[in-house]
């Protein structure tokens, strides 16, 4: 499908359409327009800006041998189709994703880390390959980008780079090239990236797995195990007392995490909806969009959740002796304003001398004293696979508890809505992904076919 359309101002046309005769001899902007199919089969529309034309009339003459000529001129290669390069298409990019983030599609977090790690990608390019086009781009660039990530890259530690080693480890440099991959889909979606290259790069290129694939017994915790564990949280809660992560060589051992796992085991709320748990409702807590928050009403005992866009309030009677044990004072930390001149040590001739600083109310639960924020989920996970060495369990994930607790729920309660309610699914049908009958547990039906002979 093909036309020309024109750029006529209103007062230049009667109500039929036509142009007005003192207007005959105008030239209007003049755009030539085709469809053409994506990658995932729908069609959009293309358009070019062909100059300046008098009034073309449909169907006329002159209007068919325009088209004809566009449409020959769009088989053949053409030397008007627009230079894409890579820069400008990034800065597009980042204008799309910061509206995302305005209407509550995409979290803040995500928008800034997807930046950096293609204002990375794009410093590389230029470095090796200068200015590029998007249409430019092959899968094997995007391979040798892997290549250096992987084996040349210095590795970071904290906001140093250390000579221990180099290249990313492998869960960021996947994330380095999922967003790489997203932008690209984006290009293509946004008529920058043509089909062709696109297929090919996601065809050829081998691009890393996002996640490891578990055995069924590694995600379905059996009650026993459940029962170690939740006896182990228990007892270290008991015994120690909550406490923040502490740098340099202080000698207080952190236990938030005890806490943390402990709350969610006992709960069957998902990690990261503890994670951010803040003491109270805090400015920008409203339903709608994708951001997820929660907070706690201490004076209802409850706990109110947004997550995935369903709000739910679940009571918090069985935890509010873990709660009550941990501080609202985190405890002294740096200013975050001058948090670079830790790192400065070694360059200050007479040392560097650190700051302290007074106590003061957390806002979350679990709160970092140096960044004053929930801690990171990749810290509380490396934290829990410890656990799990210790305690000599298969390496469960975190999440697999809250399988453990809605498995285990079926038989207390068999009602499928309200648990459905009480763990924030979308669906009950949701219940049945969670609903896993071991043998050991199947058992009596085969004892009662033994009746049957």
């Known amino acids: 499908m093909a036309s020309i359309y024109q750029i006529i101002p209103k007062g230049h046309k009667n109500p039929q359409g036509q142009i007005y005769q003192k207007y005959f001899g105008e030239e209007y902007q003049t755009y030539f327009q085709y469809s053409i199919k994506r990658v995932d089969g729908k069609r959009y529309t293309k358009q070019k800006y062909i100059g300046l034309y008098t009034h073309l009339p449909k169907k006329s003459v002159r209007y068919l041998e325009v088209l004809t000529n566009w449409i020959q001129t769009l088989q053949s290669v053409s030397a008007t189709d627009p230079r894409y390069y890579l820069k400008d298409i990034l800065n597009e990019f980042y204008v799309w994703n910061g509206k995302r983030v305005r209407n509550n599609e995409l979290s803040y977090h995500t928008a800034t880390q997807a930046q950096s790690c293609l204002e990375k990608w ?135 995490f005890y806490y943390l796992l402990l709350m969610q085991g006992l709960t069957g709320t998902r990690t990261s909806e503890i994670m951010g748990l803040s003491w109270k409702k805090r400015k920008g807590m409203v339903m709608g969009g994708s951001r997820q928050w929660s907070y706690l009403d201490l004076d209802k005992n409850e706990m109110s959740i947004y997550c995935k866009k369903r709000f739910r309030r679940i009571p918090i009677n069985q935890i509010r002796w873990i709660i009550d044990r941990v501080s609202k004072k985190i405890g002294r930390g740096h200013n975050p304003k001058l948090m670079k001149l830790r790192y400065l040590k070694a360059s200050m001739p007479k040392g560097y001398k650190r700051k302290i600083y007074r106590e003061y109310k957390s806002t979350y639960l679990f709160e970092n004293p140096y960044t004053k924020l929930p801690y990171s989920t990749s810290r509380l996970h490396e934290l829990h696979k410890n656990i799990m060495n210790e305690l000599g369990l298969p390496l469960y994930g975190a999440h697999s508890w809250r399988r453990a607790w809605i498995t285990r729920m079926f038989d207390e309660d068999m009602n499928l809505a309200r648990i459905a309610d009480y763990v924030g699914h979308s669906s009950s049908t949701m219940q049945d992904l969670y609903r896993k009958f071991r043998p050991t547990e199947l058992q009596p039906i085969v004892e009662q076919m033994k009746e049957w002979v």
Do not use: C
């Open 122 to 256: 794009l410093g590389w390019i230029t470095k090796e390959h200068g200015a590029l086009e998007v249409d430019s781009i092959t899968w094997n660039l995007i391979g040798h980008y892997d290549d250096y990530l992987r084996y040349d890259k210095p590795k970071i530690i904290g906001r140093h780079k250390v000579d221990m080693g180099v290249g990313l480890a492998p869960k960021t440099r996947q994330a380095h090239l999922s967003y790489i991959r997203t932008f690209l889909r984006w290009a293509n979606r946004s008529n920058y990236l043509s089909n062709e290259v696109l297929l090919d790069i996601l065809n050829k290129f081998v691009w890393p797995s996002s996640r490891p694939i578990k055995e069924e017994d590694e995600l379905y915790p059996t009650r026993e195990h459940q029962k170690v564990y939740l006896d182990f949280l228990n007892k270290k809660v008991i015994e120690n007392e909550y406490s923040v992560h502490r740098s340099g060589n202080s000698i207080i051992e952190p236990t938030w």
